[in-house]
């Protein structure tokens, strides 16, 4: 029987338990995923300490590994590699998970009966396979980015969805009715995932791309979409800040607020949500600044 990587996790609480308003560990840690492509999560049974992250490959798995106890010190959580017999636990997992609506907009893989169902009554369907990795509409900070850009008339818009990830932003983006749309990643395997994601939605064009931001020369956009984290946020600030006339920014959360805000001076906050502790914020261009760039990769 064939083994798959993982990378068994241990929380010294639940990982569901909340404190407040501040996420709990197990949203801490989905959060810090988004950055990885991971065939599935086994979360075991409720108040469980140990997670199971499956992922496609032993080198995708030993790196996650690194990066994320780099991005999660503090937390107390303790990673350790392993090999999973395949009992295919990871498909019966990826095909437990449904649609979610948020708004006009249904995100759902295409197993669910949402899948068969296209664009009735108002409703925007976009199918995502939730192998492909996060992005799926089951995390707060997706759900934030979906509903802010349903707050835009995005009709012939042009759109940057930064850090794609599967795609279902820009997707999103294009079923709203934007003319253009560029999604990015510096993650060839997410940019993979994305291009699988546009395969199931025909009818859309988007162009995807591998690309480093901080290296990019892109054309100017209407809107910029990025939902990373906080710490990303505030050190790609300047170069998001080039690039278009309004920014949705996620990913951060509520005590970073100030931070990541104070990182974009002169813009202003049009609109703020929150959810589980996540945040998100649209900003507009100051109106005596002008958007510079380049051409597309």
Do not use: K
């Not at 075991?44 to 010190?73: K, M, N, Q």
């Not at 546009?198 to 809107?223: C, M, S």
């Not at 979409?225 to 800040?241: C, K, Q, S, V, Y």
């Amino acid at each position: 029987m064939a083994n798959t990587p993982a990378l068994e996790v241990f929380f010294p609480t639940d990982p569901e338990a909340a404190s407040g308003d501040e996420p709990s560990s197990g949203d801490l840690l989905q959060a810090a995923l988004m950055d990885f492509v991971v065939v599935a999560i086994d979360q075991g049974a409720p108040g469980s300490t140990r997670w199971r992250i499956f992922f496609a490959d032993a080198a995708a798995r030993d790196h996650a590994a690194l990066a994320l106890a780099e991005a999660t010190v503090g937390a107390d959580l303790q990673y350790s590699p392993c090999e999973v017999a395949d009992e295919g636990w990871a498909a019966r997992s990826q095909a437990s998970l449904t649609a979610i609506r948020v708004g006009r907009i249904v995100v759902t893989p295409p197993w669910d009966a949402a899948a068969t169902t296209r664009d009735t009554d108002g409703t925007l369907t976009i199918v995502v396979l939730p192998s492909m990795g996060f992005g799926t509409g089951h995390h707060a900070t997706t759900r934030l980015c979906l509903q802010a850009l349903q707050d835009l008339d995005l009709q012939g818009a042009s759109v940057l969805d930064v850090g794609t990830g599967s795609g279902v932003l820009a997707l999103a983006a294009r079923r709203l009715g934007a003319a253009q749309v560029l999604g990015i990643d510096d993650d060839p395997d997410a940019i993979t995932a994305a291009r699988d994601s546009l395969a199931l939605n025909p009818g859309l064009d988007i162009t995807l791309g591998v690309v480093d931001l901080r290296q990019a020369q892109l054309r100017p956009a209407d809107v910029v979409t990025a939902n990373l984290t906080g710490g990303l946020l505030i050190a790609a600030a300047a170069t998001l800040m080039r690039f278009g006339h309004r920014l949705i920014l996620s990913g951060f959360l509520a005590h970073e607020r100030t931070d990541v805000l104070a990182a974009f001076p002169g813009w202003a906050v049009e609109r703020e949500a929150e959810e589980d502790g996540w945040c998100t914020a649209t900003l507009r261009r100051p109106a005596d600044t002008t958007v510079t760039g380049g051409a597309r990769p």
